[in-house]
């Protein structure tokens, strides 16, 4: 199984080069990190009640902005943690009250529960659940690009400038969750593979970004008929899967299309650009979904006739049939893995 886009064989992707997008002189250009707040860009509402109605939901994100960094203030401040030392995350820091699941790396943890309840409807960011698979991958703003390609008419490179000047940007507040929330429960009645979970691998952030449907109407996503099924997401960092790999994963066509669905190229968390460990500079957010659906450090949107065959996508976020223990699901040639209703997509909430 391929497990990058970049060694896959898609049917019918020869539709010509990937083009840089080109913008026109008069448009404003971010040189650096966007700092808040930011304007609607391209945004126009077609009546007063519509202009009422934006400014009282942006009134209300400022607020819940706002009171996230007053409790922000009142937290430790994150540091180097010494237990990151002479790991690849080194450079990053980290609050220190949160718990790590998986030893000193990969960084995958949670916040106290109580202290979660505490800071209540949104979550300050060093206390955001974080689930990494592997090396956070340093990112710069200025040289960072998303690739739009596969069944489009207009395979093309953003910069992230070009998706802040050329799109609109929403804003709204979204709860993610990890499929694992509250799996130490399940492994003290039965053993799964995956890693020990607490109860607080949930958190609220108000997050803003580019809708997805908009970008790929501007590239021009074909029709189902030309095969245009799936869109792939794949993010940047180096992971050891399938032999070597990114991570991805893949959502329908129909709810990466659906404007209702809100689905973002978020580049902002409570009023600030994104933390390293929540996929700076771009990730996806797909409100309703579970947080191994949101592929943090996205690097390529691919539209394809197949669903991702990223190592990633088959080997994370599966229910199995209770008869199936570790050594039957990690067997050579079993199935369970490909089979499409016991994937996890959707959440709960």
């Known amino acids: 199984m391929a497990a990058s886009v970049d060694n896959r064989i898609w049917t019918g992707l020869e539709k010509g080069p990937i083009h840089t997008f080109r913008s026109t002189p008069d448009v404003m250009h971010f040189n650096k990190s966007p700092q808040p707040p930011l304007p609607f860009h391209n945004y126009h509402s077609s009546s007063e009640d519509e202009d009422e109605e934006e400014e009282e939901i942006q009134n209300f994100n400022n607020s819940l902005i706002m009171k996230a960094k007053q409790t922000t203030k009142e937290l430790e401040p994150s540091i180097f943690d010494p237990r990151d030392a002479g790991t690849s995350d080194q450079w990053i820091k980290r609050n220190t009250s949160m718990l790590r699941l998986t030893g000193k790396h990969p960084f995958n943890s949670e916040p106290p529960l109580q202290q979660l309840i505490q800071h209540g409807f949104i979550t300050p960011v060093p206390l955001h659940y974080v689930r990494n698979h592997g090396p956070v991958p340093k990112a710069q703003w200025d040289s960072w690009t998303i690739e739009v390609s596969g069944l489009v008419r207009n395979p093309t490179q953003f910069t992230m400038a070009q998706l802040i000047d050329h799109f609109p940007s929403h804003e709204f507040p979204v709860t993610l969750i990890c499929a694992g929330n509250r799996r130490k429960e399940q492994n003290m009645i039965k053993q799964s593979i995956g890693f020990n979970w607490g109860a607080a691998g949930i958190s609220t952030s ?144």
């Open 206 to 349: 108000v997050w803003r970004g580019v809708p997805l449907c908009t970008v790929l109407k501007r590239c021009g996503i074909l029709n189902r008929n030309s095969g245009a099924l799936y869109v792939c997401f794949e993010g940047a960092e180096e992971l050891p899967g399938g032999g070597g790999s990114k991570y991805g994963t893949s959502i329908t066509r129909e709810v990466a299309l659906d404007p209702s669905r809100d689905i973002i190229l978020a580049y902002m968390q409570n009023g600030d650009v994104l933390t390293p460990d929540h996929g700076f500079p771009v990730r996806i957010i797909i409100p309703g979904f579970i947080g191994g659906r949101m592929v943090k450090w996205l690097k390529r949107i691919t539209v394809t006739s197949q669903q991702s065959d990223n190592y990633y996508h088959y080997n994370d976020n599966r229910v199995l049939p209770s008869h199936v223990d570790a050594e039957l699901a990690n067997a050579e040639g079993n199935l369970f893995w490909f089979e499409p209703d016991l994937c996890i997509s959707t959440s709960s909430l």
